[in-house]
Every structure is written in C-alpha cells, then in structure tokens.
Antibody, heavy 119, light 114 residues
C-alpha cells in the first residue's frame, strides 16, 4: 500500500529542537520530490520545505530558513525534518506530502503529526 | 512570490445545488509552451489531511467524483461542485505550482450545508 506515516511530534519549549520523521511505503522517496507542509490550529496550509527527487536539492520557506533542515534516508525510505530554535508560531500539524511525478502538486499526504511549542 | 486569493472565505449551499469557489493568482499560472495552468485544488475534511481533487486546473484526480470540476486559465480559476452532497462539507484550497519555491496556497474556503 502506498502511504506516508509521520511521527516525532510533541510538546517542546521555545528554543528547543524536535526531529520529525515520515516513513514511506509503496514507492521510493528518492524518485519523487518530498515536502513538509504545516497547518497551524484553525489556519490554512503553509508549505515548509522540499527535497527534490533526483538531485536531493532542498528548499525552505523564509519562515523556517536557517532553523529547519530536511533530509532523507534511502536505507529505510524515510523523510526527516530537523527543527531547531523552535518558536510558538511553529505550533502546527506537520504533514509530509509527495509530489506527483515531476510536478509540484501533492498526490499523497500523511495524516500529520502535531508539534506544540510552549513553555 | 505568487499570492493566491480565494473567494468567498465561506459558503453555504443546499444539498443538490451547485457550489462555486474562486481562486485568483497574483500572476499568470499558464505555461504557454505546454498550454497548461499550474494550479491544483484540494479538499480537507475535519481531522483529515488534504486530498488532491484537481490538477492542471481542470484534470480530475483518479477516483474523484465527476461532480467536481475545475476551470479557468491565467489568473482566474474556479472549482465547481455540480450537485452538493453531504460528504462534500470541507475546506477547499487552491495551490499554484507555476513558480516554485515557494509553493503557495489560497487561504481556504469553508463549504457548509445550508
């Protein structure tokens, strides 16, 4: 079955760090652009980061640039998001999403993992 | 960055009636060499992740009911539900993928039953 399953969310204090994971099954993540998209409570969708399929180039939203790092591990077909220097405004459900072949619309989403940044 | 603006913010439609959601981009999403508009529509039901409905502005994703249709070109786009069903209650988002990064979404339109 083709699916994405996120993990690693939780409660963290401002300034802290968290590492999210997204386990993919049914396809190889190295063959597709993989993304993180977040949704603050009661708000809309915000793209966070991308790692491209073949070259593994990374891109970030200005709001997280310099604080978040996206990576992938081909050995276990897992996408990661290392989040450092977390702020209250980073509180959101974080979804991983796969792009459709070669283009930047998302044809597969995980169910998300909640990150809460609070003291 | 391309700004996506949806209208209305919320909408209430009677069962069986037509629902129309609009999306306007701050610049054209039409790639002239391919004649494709780089716009997608998603449906998000409460407590669920978004689901892809439409891409290339008018191509329905596999398994999406044919009451959902997308239209428009350039900077103005529309998602139409021809006959609203109870299960269509959701928030709908448009997304541009013409100029990336960043990928940008509209603010969402909440669709309810009247």
């Amino acid at each position: 079955e083709v699916q994405l399953v996120e993990s690693g969310g939780g409660l963290v204090q401002p300034g802290g760090s968290l590492r999210l994971s997204c386990a993919a099954s049914g396809f190889t993540i190295n063959s597709y652009g993989m993304n993180w998209v977040r949704q603050a409570p009661g708000k809309g969708l915000e793209w966070v980061s991308t790692i491209s399929g073949s070259a593994g180039r990374t891109h970030y939203a200005d709001s997280v640039k310099g604080r978040f790092t996206v990576s992938r591990d081909s050995s276990d077909n897992t996408l990661h998001l290392q989040m450092d220097s977390l702020r209250a405004e980073d509180t959101a459900v974080y979804y991983c999403a796969k792009v459709a072949a070669g283009y930047w619309h998302f044809d597969l989403w995980g169910r998300g993992t909640l990150v809460t940044v609070s003291s | 960055d391309i700004v996506m603006t949806q209208s209305p913010d919320s909408l209430a439609v009677s069962l069986g009636e037509r629902a129309t959601i609009n999306c306007k981009s701050s610049q054209s999403l039409l790639y002239t060499s391919s004649n494709k508009n780089y716009l997608a529509w998603y449906q998000q039901k409460p407590g669920q992740p978004p689901k892809l409905l439409i891409y290339w502005a008018s191509t329905r994703e596999s398994g999406v009911p044919d009451r959902f249709s997308g239209s428009g070109s350039g900077t103005d786009f529309t998602l139409t539900i021809s006959s609203l069903q109870a299960e269509d209650v959701a928030v709908y988002y448009c997304q541009q993928y013409y100029s990336t990064p960043p990928i940008t979404f509209g603010q969402g339109t909440r669709l309810e039953i009247k």
